[in-house]
């Protein structure tokens, strides 16, 4: 390759640079330089590292951030679920169009919209403990908002259930671009639905379970702030039992004046997520290799 | 649309080229002769206002009164809710704040004042219409006074009278005293209601429980900033005797059981609906309330357990109005607020909201709904306090106010772990903000008057 070839997909990708730059790119020197300064309106006095110790020596930030890594325990789930409702759609039931529709359907409506209903559904007198009770399984009745306890199991259920839909659409394409002939081989060979699945489908779909898998712990650790928001009502409650890193981020910038340590945690949270998305274009670069 | 209704396209395009072209020149000679006299142009103030969102047609109400207004030309722009303060902060900071601005009581709009964004008004509007407007002691800093009052926010608390009859309690005579409160929950509950509590979901009915309970343990609003700053300890059983307080109404079984999952209005409209005996509510809610149940809630003072001087007391909060520091026009937006606060602009509020106004120079005999004259009589027009949690530090209110009530609703935190929690915030908020605590410092002067 000359040295004008190797310029060429830079200079392509140039102004999309240009345009990214002007959109973040004050705001975001400006976040690094708030996170070391005591910020009182727009501006403060430098202060060091100081946001950082007060953020890293605070319960609740901890607290934060454990509520982050419990909510990596509902990846395998997401992913168990989508692989089987995958399968079970690439086996052209009938009217698996149609359920493919259905399914997929939680992720396009707006998290508020689905928190604001599973609210409803989930409130100590709603239908779910009703339905509970009318079935006489008032042990399994539980306050399913309200309890510390439990609120964030309830959040957690609800991220599995729409995010899982993103799963099965992409489990469902990568099933759709296989070779059938392998497929048909192992049935001709008398493999039952659950080898070819286990043996055959499972193993060729392992670049793309990576890639929802890391997609996902990225989301778990930096995109469930709507979620949290809505059925904590707004505070990451009750009490603090489903506080996560950006709703403390959120609170310290606009409920309780510390943008200095908002930026602080914001800053930590971009590292981290920065790390994150290394490993998926890590991820992603194998995939292409082994389709390639 | 027809030719007469539009006067613009009847404009021939000469005469448009002509009309520029005397307008630039006026502009070039203007830019050569200096600036017209001032007085030959009506001023201009950017009045930027929220409070629609609570109080439904005060919008027609500002639109009416700028309309009408003709010593100045107010231009009003309704803010969202979320950006109130830090979009008046931000404007401020880069140096083109609007003239007049609403603003919360206390701490909200405190820390404007600490970082030098709002004008003091006395000596800006008359001494007699700012303390008529009924500011609060909580928009003093320094001798200063930074908020006009607009309208009032009673914190009352709701019962319902019907419950009350059926459960064999006097309706006319709600109680005043805890072991008064202790019993008339205990016949509710005989009666087989839901006793007391309301929605603590999103946590506003924790805020509301510690305005009514925790300011029964002082004498002075000034003492609760004493604990956030350090002198004093909420450690102290007599300062965290309000969640020992809730723990006890829990421990009885007295709080709704769908108190933790329920939110803070839908919980007040279970007393509104004969679900549940007593609840917190706020007074702008008693009209509609009231209208619904042909006049069947009543509202009271928190019954007293406290021993502190401003126990029993009922309690105001009030929503005001500001002028900016860098505002062009001081002196014509004070002239706008004095012109907010005449009589008859006071009486024009009251019809559009069809709630009060916070000047004492309005005539309650308006008034028609005499549950709201009754809560008026006894909240605006008795001696009241100011409702402490508007001075809260906002990390000590999200961290400690609001979590601590909710857990000590459901049982997972005793009142003096509560206060346990309470001084552990305290001491953080400190850490975190040694120039606010300062600023605290002075505040207490002004607050302990």
Redo the contacts between chains.
Sequence with gaps: MTSSNKLTPYIYLAPMLALLAFVFGFSFIRVFEFSFKMVRGIDGPWIGLRNYQLVLSQPLFWESVKHNLLLLLAIPAMVGIALLLSLLLYDRLRGWKIYRTILFFPYILAIPIIAVVMKQMFQFSGPVNEVLRWLSLDFMTLDWIGSTDVALWTVMLLIIWRESALGVILFLSRLLSLDEALIEAARLDGANWWQRAWYVLIPQMRSVIEFYVVISVITMLSAVFAYVYMMGGGRGGPGTSTMVTELYIYNALTRTSLPGVASAVAVMLFVVSLMLTYVLFVVRRRADEEEA | MTDKANPAQQIGRRKFLQTTAAGAGTLALGSLFGPLPAQAKNPELNMWWWGEQELPGLQAYINESVAKYTAATVKPMLQET?VVI?QF??A???GTPPDLQYLWNGIYHM?SV??G?LKPLNGLMSEDTLRASNPTILSNYGGNTYRAGWYPLPMVWYYNKDMFDKAGLNADTPPTTWPELLDACEKLKIAGFEPLGGG????YWAEWYMSHAFVQSLDTVGEAVELFIGDKDFNDPRYHECWVRLEELRKLGYLN???????LYPGIDLVVAGKLGIGQSVGSRLPADSKATNGRIGSMVMPVFGKGKLAGKPIVDMQGLGISEKSANPEAAAAFLEYLNTPERLEAFYKATGWLPSSSRFNSDLIQDASVKNMWKAWGQSPNITNVTSLM???F???AA??TG??VV?G?LTGEQAGELAARVAK?WR???P?LVEKYQKWVIDLSK
Aim: glycine share 6%; no cysteine.
């Design positions: 979320a830090s902060q931000t401020a900071a880069a820390e600490w970082l964004y603590v979901q999103d946590g059981k769908d108190m933790p999952s329920l939110e530090p906002g990390q209110y999200e961290q609001i979590p909710q857990q459901q997972k953080e850490e975190f903000n120039d």
